[in-house]
T-cell receptor
Framework: DQQVKQNSPSLSVQEGRISILNCDYT??????FLWYKKYPAEGPTFLIS?????DKNEDGRFTVFLNKSAKHLSLHIVPSQPGDSAVYFC??????????????FGQGTILTVHP | DVKVTQSSRYLVKRTGEKVFLECVQD?????MFWYRQDPGLGLRLIYF???????EKGDIPEGYSVSREKKERFSLILESASTNQTSMYLC?????????????FGPGTRLTVT
């Protein structure tokens, strides 16, 4: 039972354009969402996060949008750069209690940015 | 600067062998995790530990065990390796900053079981 889903296995965009990566979740207990970026032969690195009390969080070229009613979030990268080419994972967590920060990940989306 | 290290980057083992994957973090984090990453499946949690000698099963614990004798070290054990355990194994540690956990990953161990 995949509680976090990234339905697009891959995305290809031109340098300078917008990249939009999507993620859906089913567990209503999730209240903290994160995006991780992973290069081959490296561990995932944290990119940006959003709490369920917000609907948008921005950090430079990266913006995450959360639509709680639709259980959907998206990551926008503007403008896209060739160095952004990587696998992007969406992750979700329950805050506090005995969650210990456990993350549930989506399947990942391979982003390729062409020069 | 947080550092999570894993004992091997690449490992090749035979079916039936006992395999130990070691993970060390240098930031005194309470929580440590083992995931495996497979194409099309993302990262799946195998086990995690929230304190020394404490462990809890994740989503796919079958065929694995773990050990946490010291706070900085978390070991994943494959009691009898099988070919379906060929995967990328990722260790992570996390701590509570305010009300939210920050999780940091090691570089991964690519395990091949032949």
């Amino acid at each position: 039972d995949q509680q976090v889903k990234q339905n697009s296995p891959s995305l290809s965009v031109q340098e300078g354009r917008i990249s939009i990566l999507n993620c859906d979740y089913t567990n209503s207990m999730f209240d903290y969402f994160l995006w991780y970026k992973k290069y081959p032969a490296e561990g995932p690195t944290f990119l940006i996060s959003i709490s369920s009390i917000k609907d948008k969080n921005e950090d430079g070229r990266f913006t995450v949008f959360l639509n709680k009613s639709a259980k959907h979030l998206s990551l926008h990268i503007v403008p896209s750069q060739p160095g952004d080419s990587a696998v992007y994972f969406c992750a979700a967590s329950e805050v506090g209690g005995t969650s210990y920060g456990k993350l549930t990940f989506g399947q990942g989306t391979i982003l390729t940015v062409h020069p | 600067d947080v550092k999570v290290t894993q004992s091997s980057r690449y490992l090749v083992k035979r079916t039936g062998e006992k395999v130990f994957l070691e993970c060390v973090q240098d930031m005194d984090h309470e929580n440590m995790f083992w995931y495996r990453q497979d194409p099309g499946l993302g990262l799946r949690l195998i086990y995690f530990s929230y304190d020394v000698k404490m462990k809890e099963k994740g989503d796919i614990p079958e065929g694995y065990s773990v050990s946490r004798e010291k706070k900085e070290r978390f070991s994943l054990i494959l009691e009898s390796a099988s070919t379906n355990q060929t995967s990328m194994y990722l260790c992570a540690s996390s701590f509570l900053r305010g009300t939210l956990y920050e999780q940091y990953f090691g570089p991964g161990t690519r395990l091949t079981v032949t």
